[in-house]
């Protein structure tokens, strides 16, 4: 690609492997992300879409290669990890908000206790974002007085909470009622539309069509093809891209 | 009939003011049971922090073991037979107070239990929580303390209190050092009257009122823990 001569990738990854019981569920993947990139990665269940994810921020323990975040390289056992992740929001699945804790809370801990901010900084930046989702007045609740919906929202804000560089999304809609998807969505879109760096793992293809810039489909443990949503869902190459696609579409 | 046991009443805790026995006794019980809770409760917890930690990062692999050998010792024999070797072995060539000998026996041997009961509350929580809070930056001590430990804690609290009832019943053997509790306390009297009946129901029901007032503190607490569960 011409685009590395003008700029350095945010994260790259280089030559990763991911062994559960010496099946390679990664392996040998290379990829980078650039500032601003918001790319999905799609591919039938059990492609280690999830698996690779996890891997950028270290959560799974890559078993080879490297990935190289902002000029480190992460998998190197001298670096600090946890500075690293600061940088690095991440939303789950399962939401994951703290049970025992307020909202506030919730967006608030890892700010003061991690970056030092004062109490009222943290807090006014948390509502400023909170306000910004939609979910001004919430603050006080507990995560259990809220919807699915509105859970995986606040679990979005309390990863920007941390004014991360790239955000990871592992299937954010997937544990959602239906008619709460688009919610989390579009908070999603507009996060895109301010330029963070987003990388989603996904099974929802408007979304990928609508706000991704680049696609990249896993499978058997490798990206097997990647382009710009346009080109991937009209034109797709490879023969496992058709057989899945016209499955999902 | 009445009047017998009228006459029977005022032989065991009358005379003499034998139910002086009782009181001090149960003052004893009460004080190894407090004392023994509190040292469990902290070997407890730093046990479950050990294995918890071994489990989690791999480190701290010396201590683990040391922590697992002193389960499988305090877990596989009974409690009766540590109390009378710490007496009687380890300090048989001292002279020391016995409440203390049993608050360090009874504390040594509920922390083995107390340490389990901490691991299965960690365990009982989410790996999802641990995820969260470790994809934010905290190191693992940071996710143990805020995120894991507050909603563990809350977890334990009643099996942990279930725990401490079981300790107050478990220190009537402490008798076989010759430390007057509430139990030893009753059969002093009943060696003294001869009559076995008066001072130990009087024992029983003293226990089973104890027993009931911190059952119902167990169920006073579970409903405060779980005020913030409801949707």
């Known amino acids: 690609m011409t685009r590395d001569n003008m700029e350095k990738p945010l994260l790259e990854v280089q030559g990763l492997i991911k062994k559960f019981d010496r099946r390679n569920i990664l392996d040998g993947i290379d990829a980078k992300f650039y500032k601003g990139d918001v790319v999905c990665v799609i591919g039938p269940s059990g492609s280690g879409k999830s698996t690779f994810l996890r891997c950028l921020n270290r959560l799974e323990e890559p078993t080879g290669g490297h990935i190289i975040f902002e000029g480190t390289d992460i998998c190197d056992i001298n670096t600090d990890i946890d500075k690293h992740r600061q940088k690095m929001g991440m939303v789950f699945q399962q939401f994951n908000l703290f049970p025992h804790m307020t909202v506030m809370d919730n967006l608030t801990c890892a700010p003061i206790k991690l970056q030092g901010k004062s109490k009222e900084a943290a807090q006014d930046k948390a509502h400023e974002l909170l306000e910004k989702v939609g979910l001004g007045n919430r603050g006080k609740d507990f995560p259990a007085r809220l919807s699915g919906g509105q859970q995986q929202r606040i679990a979005i804000v309390r990863a920007l909470c941390m004014e991360p560089d790239v955000m990871l999304f592992d299937e954010p809609t997937s544990a959602l009622d239906p008619e709460m998807v688009g919610e989390v969505l579009n908070v999603m879109k507009d996060l895109a539309e301010q330029k963070m760096t987003m990388i989603v793992v996904t099974h929802e293809m408007g979304f990928a069509k609508e706000v991704a810039n680049r696609v990249m489909f896993l499978d058997g443990g490798k990206f097997i093809e990647e382009n710009t949503p346009e080109e991937f869902f009209a034109h797709p190459q490879n023969e496992r891209t058709k057989l899945f696609l016209s499955k999902v579409l | ?231």
């Not at chain 2, 006459?7 to 004392?35: A, P």
């Not at chain 2, 107390?114 to 190191?139: D, K, M, N, V």
């Not at chain 2, 008798?175 to 509790?181: N, Q, T």
């Open chain 2, 1 to 231: 009939m009445f009047e017998n046991l009228q006459s029977q009443f005022i032989l065991n805790f009358v005379d003499d003011d034998r139910w002086r026995y009782l009181v001090n006794g149960l003052l004893v019980t009460l004080k190894i049971t407090f004392f023994a809770a509190l040292l469990g409760l902290l070997i407890g917890f730093i046990i479950a922090m050990i294995r918890g930690a071994y489990q989690g990062t791999g480190k701290y692999r010396l201590a683990n073991s040391i922590c697992s050998l002193y389960l499988t010792i305090i877990r596989g024999t009974p409690v009766v037979v540590q109390l009378m070797i710490i007496y009687f072995v380890i300090f048989g060539s001292v002279r020391i107070d016995k409440s203390l000998v049993a608050i360090l026996a009874f504390g040594i041997n509920s922390g083995a239990y107390q340490a389990e009961i901490f691991r299965s509350g960690i365990q009982a929580i989410p790996r999802g929580q641990y995820e969260a809070g470790r994809s934010l930056g905290f190191s693992y001590k940071q996710t143990m303390l805020t995120v894991i430990m507050p909603q563990a804690i809350k977890n334990v609290v009643p099996t942990l209190l279930n725990e401490f009832i079981a300790l107050l019943k478990e220190t009537s053997v402490a008798g076989y050092i010759a430390l007057e509790d509430l139990t030893k306390g009753g059969d002093i009297i009943r060696s003294r009257t001869y009559s076995a009946f008066m001072p130990l129901i009087a024992v029983a029901l003293i226990y089973l009122l104890l027993v009931l007032l911190m059952e119902q503190g167990v169920k006073l607490i579970e409903r405060r823990l779980h005020k913030y569960d409801k949707r």
